[in-house]
């Protein structure tokens, strides 16, 4: 290894493997806006060429409380459980309203998934206000929303909720994973087992994604393709004003989903963007909902949240943010600038940054909601 090659900590005597690999191809070429870097995404998602229609979808139950009226509804994908949602819309209003996908964050917390950012028939589900208090300024955010004027789809993606592996299941291929009885939770311990294990078990899906012909990101993101033309067939749904919004995962989501769904008109990611150039010798535990396979070879992570440029896109930052650097989400502000700059259209493009850590907390949602209303 040259005196002169950079020396990464988490590679060691492998340092050189970077240069190995850049001098075979260029690593995180500029992908610019446009049908090229979307097709290339989807190609390296997989499970981009089958139909997008959710299968035999049921009413399964109606409420109304704090003036928010909820459906709760299930469907089929065509494989695995069905997967469960509830749509939450102003209560006492009878036409259409612009529609909203609020995607649940990933939080090494797979037990629940849409209970997360939203009260369903019974309210907050157990256990939940404590991770609410940390991530989310301690509401349910999609609620929220809901009162503001939209029709909220709050769904389970594949590995989350309705639609996780039975804890059994994944026991057979990672074992019994044990509680760190030094780290007292206030979640019931039914919860705490069934996320430590779903943690390890990700790396054990994404092989089997591998196997299959596509990734645990393209698996998701098709899901999320799916709910999102459930919620534009709704009648009260005006179906050319649709966004999507999340935290963390569900910025992660949020990213794909608009990447990959012409009908998505705006989009909030939020405490999920950074270069992949700053992700070497950093943290990388992120899920593998972040790395689709071969991706880097065509582009960035901040270029796949640009490729749709023009789309109105707000990114929001949290400065001591432990997932990523500021660096890093300073050059993603500027290479989707500099995407939407391409365009003609620098002014559909913002980004906020906010002191704290990983969360979306009540400054933030509010930041979001205003943009929201003037985008949707």
Known sequence: MSSNTPYFDHLGVYSDWVEAARALQPLFPSAPPGLETQRRFRESLGFCNRAEDAQDVRVEARWERDGVA????????????????????????????????????????????????????????????????????????????????????VHDTFLWGSRRFPLEVMELAVGKQVPDSSNASALPSDIVQYNR??????????????????????????????????????????????????????????TMLSATHDEIRAAVTVGLMTTYEELLDK????????????????????????????????????????????????DADDRIAGHYASVGRPDAYTCQFYPGPHKFDLEMQADAFAWLKAHL
């Open 70 to 153: 909820g459906e709760a509804l299930s469907w089929s994908v065509g494989y695995g459980p069905r997967t469960e949602a509830w749509v939450l819309k102003p209560a006492g209003v009878t036409s259409p309203l612009p529609g909203l996908l609020a995607l649940h964050d990933h939080g090494g917390f797979k037990f629940y998934g849409k209970e997360k950012i939203a009260d369903g028939p019974q309210g907050a589900a157990r256990g939940l206000q404590t991770f609410r208090d940390l991530h989310y300024g301690g509401r349910a955010y999609a609620n929220a929303l809901a009162r503001q004027g939209y029709v909220v789809l």
């Open 283 to 330: 943290d990388l535990s992120h899920t593998w909902m972040m790395f689709p396979f071969n991706w880097a070879k065509y582009g960035d992570w901040s270029d796949v949240a640009a490729c749709r440029a023009p789309m109105p896109l707000l990114i929001q930052n949290d400065l001591e943010d432990d997932l990523f650097t500021v660096k890093g989400m300073r």
């Open 197 to 254: 294990t779903a943690g390890p078990h990700e790396h054990t899906v994404s092989k089997y994604c591998n196997l299959l012909g596509t990734t645990m990101a393209g698996m998701v993101c098709y899901e999320d393709r799916v709910a999102t033309n459930v919620l534009r067939g709704r009648a009260d749904v005006i179906a050319d004003r649709v966004g999507c919004i999340g935290l963390s995962g569900g910025g992660n989501r949020a």
